[in-house]
């Protein structure tokens, strides 16, 4: 709260979130994997609790509660929970919530990984999957059978192609536990818990941590639901290292002056690339001719660091477009300081289907943008001489 009892801002908050009341500025780094729990009765309650501290750290660490208590503050939401990696995040609550004969409603456009987590492990394990176009929340809602349907799982944006997802559509349907993926908007892009969604899910990895140093996963969601996933993810394992938190509550702590600068540069990158002639299409919610502007503007506070772009021609032109850029570097993750570049159909969605990448507008020519911290003349001078 400020002093005029107003609520304070996500960027101000994001300076303090999930700080304790020891006086330090940042977390301690609690590197010990266990603790003296003094004799049997001691160890018993260890052992009894649930996600607590100060026992064994898979079952919770203080360095990793730091980075949860920081994001349940940003998201709005009573708990969270980290995990080793986004991926991790994932498939721990995916397997915590469904059994075999459970049904589960995912939007086919979203991340190769969690495609490929559906198409695999939870169809070997009978876990029925079915696909829905998420631009049109009713295909979610349609799609659900209730008393069978566990898990409606939406990603938006969605990496590579960066459709929306309506979330107020997303947070009405009751019955089943919702899940959103939040990744490429981070918590101070959008709060899908505000909108009645059960689980916001984020890859630490990318805008959060935002420095290419940790590989990191969470949810945030009721404290219940939290403790219910907890109970699986202490056995499945994905726990998150106290280092990779750390960096992570480092990461919160500017992602405000990050995600505005880099937003503000992805607008002037994705603007100026749309009027580029060997670039046949520019996919950024902040642009006017996203299909989705109107709905982004209404549930985003930013757009972000991630856009594609389609260029003329074949895979040969995505070739030489890599080889030619050397500020922009190929590497495959997203929201950190440097510029990247990446193939999606040979990369982050190699294993996806030929068809549903047709489908969900995953060309050969598409390339995924992850816009840094350089200044837009110097990316801008980049583009123009690669695509000459
Ligand atoms: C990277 C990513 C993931 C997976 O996260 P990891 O930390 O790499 O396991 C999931 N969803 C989205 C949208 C991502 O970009």
């Known amino acids: 709260m400020t002093n005029t009892g107003r609520d304070q801002e996500p960027e101000t908050k994001a300076v303090t979130a999930g700080r304790d009341a020891s006086g330090a500025l940042s977390p301690a780094l609690w590197a010990s994997s266990t603790w003296d729990t003094t004799d049997v009765d001691g160890t018993n309650a260890g052992a009894k609790s649930v996600h607590a501290s100060g026992f064994y750290s898979r079952y919770g660490n203080p360095t990793v509660q730091s980075f949860e208590h920081a994001i349940a503050e940003l998201e709005g939401t009573e708990a969270a929970l980290a995990f080793g990696s986004g991926m991790g995040a994932i498939a721990s609550t995916i ?32 876990i029925d999957v079915t696909y829905v176009d998420g631009r049109n929340a009713s295909e979610f809602v349609a799609a659900v059978r209730p008393g069978k349907t566990m ?28 899940m959103v993926d ?31 140093d940790a590989t990191l996963g969470v949810i945030a969601g009721e404290k219940d639901l939290i ?13 998150a290292s106290p280092f990779d938190a750390l ?6 702590r500017s992602l405000g002056a990050r995600l505005r600068q880099q937003s503000e540069t992805a607008q002037q990158l994705a603007e100026w690339l749309s009027t580029h002639p060997a670039i046949k299409r520019v996919n950024y919610p902040g642009l006017a001719s ?7 503007k209404r549930q985003m506070r930013w757009f972000g660091s991630l856009m594609s772009i389609e260029l003329c021609g074949t895979t040969d032109d995505a070739r030489r477009l890599s080889q030619r850029l050397r500020l922009v570097r190929s590497a495959v993750t997203l929201g ?3 510029t990247l570049i990446s193939h999606s159909t040979s990369s982050t969605h190699i294993s996806v289907d030929p068809a549903v990448k047709a489908a969900t507008g995953i060309s050969d020519t598409l390339m995924r943008v992850s816009v840094g911290l350089e200044a837009f003349a110097d990316l801008r001078d980049d583009f123009a001489e690669a695509l000459a």
């Not at 939007?107 to 169809?123: E, H, I, S, V």
């Not at 403790?227 to 726990?239: D, E, F, K, M, P």
Request: charged letters at 10%; aromatic letters at 6%.
């Open 182 to 212: 939040s990744t490429l908007a981070t918590p101070l892009g959008q709060r899908p818990c505000s909108y009645g969604v059960s689980l916001t899910m984020h890859s630490a990895t990318k805008g959060i941590a935002g420095h290419n």
């Open 95 to 126: 397997f915590a919530l469904c059994s075999t004969g459970d049904h589960i409603v995912a939007q086919r456009n979203c991340y190769g990984g969690t495609l490929a987590f559906l198409d695999g492990p939870c169809k070997r394990m009978g």
């Open 227 to 239: 403790n219910t996933i907890w109970s699986y993810a202490v056995l499945h394992g994905a726990t």
């Open 290 to 296: 996203h299909p989705q502007h109107e709905l982004a």
């Open 336 to 338: 950190g300081p440097d």
């Open 151 to 178: 898990l409606v799982m939406a990603e938006t944006p969605t990496n590579p192609h960066l459709d929306i997802v309506d979330l107020a559509a997303l947070g009405a349907i009751k019955g089943p536990y919702t």
């Open 247 to 252: 960096n992570g509550v480092r990461g919160i």
